[in-house]
């Protein structure tokens, strides 16, 4: 089964809990993995470096405007970065991903 990787940086483990939950209670991913990382980049002409959490969300194919989406409407950035990655999972847990989207 082919699957989408969705991966969204975060301002704190808060957030990045809030939106797992959330995209969870929705039915929109399967399950999200979370990870601190440094940052740097370039916000409004200045160079900024900040501690942000990783959230990626596994969720299918059929699902993944619903969950970009939503994602969207419920992030706290005002530019949230929300990458989607097509993948392809080992079958069992692939069969997994599908039933838990499908309920």
């Not at 039915?27 to 990783?54: F, M, N």
Request: glycine share 4%; with cysteine.
């Amino acid at each position: 089964m082919a699957l989408v990787l969705m991966f969204t940086t975060c301002p704190d483990q808060e957030v990045a809990e809030r939106l797992a939950d959330g995209a969870l209670t929705a039915g929109l991913a399967a399950c999200i993995l979370k990870t601190p990382v440094d940052s740097l980049y370039d916000w409004q002409g200045k160079r900024v470096a900040e501690g942000e959490v990783v959230a990626l969300f596994k969720t299918s194919v059929a699902k993944a405007d619903d969950l970009e989406k939503w994602l969207a409407e419920n992030h706290p950035y005002e530019v949230p970065a929300i990458i989607r990655i097509g993948a392809r999972a080992n079958e069992s847990y692939a069969d997994w991903l599908a039933e838990v989207l499908e309920a």
